[in-house]
Nanobody, 126 residues
């Protein structure tokens, strides 16, 4: 069983920056092919934000939702079993609970996710 623990959420003003982290831990019988981020705003469905695939290889792939391209950057540190999401130029519409996700295929859809984190709140004030 893998556990994903997010941290780094908080309150930030519009136009500001924030970085959230996700650490994978637990029994390592599962090595994720892909990890990423989703978010869920109040009253809305959980939506894809960013994901890295083939993450344990030197050749890996990162995909972003159109709404965050150019503003958010996903990075990984395999030695620390950690992924990060650097969020710049934040907007009020970025306010949501951000969830870390892991799977054995690209986690670009909720149905592709095997493991979820508990979520971390990001609030952008206008």
């Amino acid at each position: 069983q893998m556990q994903l623990v997010e941290s780094g959420g908080g309150l930030v003003q519009s136009g500001g920056s924030l970085r959230v982290s996700c650490v994978a831990s637990g029994e390592r019988t599962f090595t994720p092919y892909s990890m990423g981020w989703f978010r869920q705003a109040p009253g809305k469905d959980r939506e894809f934000v960013a994901a890295v695939a083939n993450m344990n290889s030197a050749v890996y792939y990162i995909e972003y939702a159109d709404s965050v391209k150019g503003r958010f950057t996903l990075s990984r540190d395999n030695a620390k079993d950690t992924i990060y999401l650097q969020m710049n130029s934040l907007k009020s519409e970025d306010t949501a609970v951000y969830y870390c996700a892991a799977g054995d295929i690209p986690v670009v859809l909720t149905e592709n996710v095997i493991y979820w984190g508990q979520g971390t709140q990001v609030t952008v004030s206008s």
